[in-house]
């Protein structure tokens, strides 16, 4: 069975710092790996894409990449910003259209 | 274009109660998957619906079952509630492609069980 790992679970920056969330999985074999952002109580917000060929992403500030091999994933945020503060989660999705969900890093940055 | 879109956004029920959530897809998307998110457990997939069909399923007991529409709405149905049901329930629209996987969330619905 899958296995999604996050690591850390909780992190506090001060405004400007780059960081990077940290993401696991067993199974190598995915379709692809997403990144979402989720503020307190609410859905979440599909941040990026990864398709299993690709080995990064980018949008904006956000730099997501991919090693399929070794079951990792790796998002890094620049220069943070105290809007940046929310729980990121990463997802893979395998064969079956369904995603297998890490628990999360909460982020917090700090003015 | 808009968004995927849930209703209720809350609700309270009793125990033993039943409950219909409702999710309308982003236009033009097939696949509406159903996801429970709660402290504990975290985000669980429950199942899928493509083209009116349930294509996949977690392991969740009987008492929650679902339906797709023609129109590729879909609705999710938890009977005889227990407190343990209580969480945010999320629903997701994409393609339905395999591969092409990149799913939408609607903003979720709090259900409560008292």
């Known amino acids: 069975k899958q296995e999604v790992t996050q690591i850390p679970a909780a992190l506090s920056v001060p405004e400007g710092e780059n960081l990077v969330l940290n993401c696991s999985f067993t199974?190598?074999?995915?379709?692809?790996l997403q990144w979402f952002r989720q503020d307190p109580g609410k859905g979440l917000t599909s941040l990026l894409l990864?398709?299993?060929?690709?080995r990064e992403q980018t949008s904006g500030r956000l730099n997501a990449s991919l090693d399929k091999s070794s079951g990792r994933s790796t998002l890094y945020i620049a220069a943070s910003q105290p809007g940046d503060s929310a729980t990121y989660l990463c997802?893979?999705?395998?064969?079956?259209?369904?995603?297998?969900f890490g628990t999360g890093t909460r982020l917090t940055v700090i003015p | 274009k808009a968004g995927v879109t849930q209703t209720p956004r809350y609700l309270i029920k009793t125990r033993g109660q039943q409950v219909t959530l409702s999710c309308s897809p982003i236009?033009?998307?097939?696949?509406v998957s159903w996801y429970q998110q709660t402290p504990g457990q975290g985000l669980q997939f429950l199942f899928e619906?493509?083209?009116?069909?349930?294509?996949n399923k977690g392991n969740f007991p009987g008492r929650f079952s679902g339906r797709q529409f023609s129109n590729s709405r879909s609705e999710m149905n938890v009977s005889t509630l227990e407190l343990g049901d209580s969480a945010l329930y999320l629903c997701?629209?994409?393609?339905?492609?395999?591969?092409?996987?990149?799913?939408?969330f609607g903003p979720g619905t709090r259900l409560t069980v008292t």
């Open positions: 236009s033009g998307h097939r696949s």
């Open positions: 997802a893979v999705q395998t064969g079956a259209n369904n995603l297998f």
């Open positions: 619906y493509f083209s009116e069909t349930q294509r």
């Open positions: 199974d190598s074999a995915i379709y692809n």
């Open positions: 997701a629209s994409s393609l339905g492609v395999a591969g092409d996987g990149e799913q939408y």
């Open positions: 990864i398709q299993s060929s690709q």
